[in-house]
Nanobody
Framework: QVQLVESGGGLVQPGGSLRLSCVTSGFTFSSYDMSWYRQFPGKERELVATISIGGTTKYADSVKGRAAISRDDGKNTVSLQVNNVRPEDTAMYYC???????????WGQGTQVTVSS
């Protein structure tokens, strides 16, 4: 059974930091590019950050300079650190796994992040 379980969401004050984690199982984690997406109400999911199987990272312009994605292949885990969060970071955040070649895709159930004072 494939599982991607996000954690770390919740309420954070503007200017603060958040760290999201996604613990996975049921597939060969080291063969998958890992990404974080987020979704605002009424909008399509948008890519926040991605890290390839080789460790190459990419970030959306909206978080560039504030975010850092990392992976731990020994723990089958991907994390997202976002500093200086803004109210517009409020969204449901989803963990995504995509096979580097076969392109099969898995999603987590999401974790809510709310940035508010």
């Amino acid at each position: 059974q494939v599982q991607l379980v996000e954690s770390g969401g919740g309420l954070v004050q503007p200017g603060g930091s958040l760290r999201l984690s996604c613990v996975t199982s049921g597939f060969t984690f080291s063969s998958y590019d890992m990404s974080w997406y987020r979704q605002f109400p009424g909008k399509e999911r948008e890519l926040v950050a991605t890290i390839s199987i080789g460790g190459t990272t990419k970030y959306a312009d909206s978080v560039k300079g504030r975010a850092a994605i990392s992976r731990d292949d020994g723990k089958n885990t991907v994390s997202l650190q976002v500093n200086n969060v803004r109210p517009e970071d409020t969204a449901m955040y989803y963990c995504n796994a995509r096979h580097s070649f076969i392109r099969s895709t898995y999603w987590g159930q999401g974790t809510q992040v709310t940035v508010s004072s």
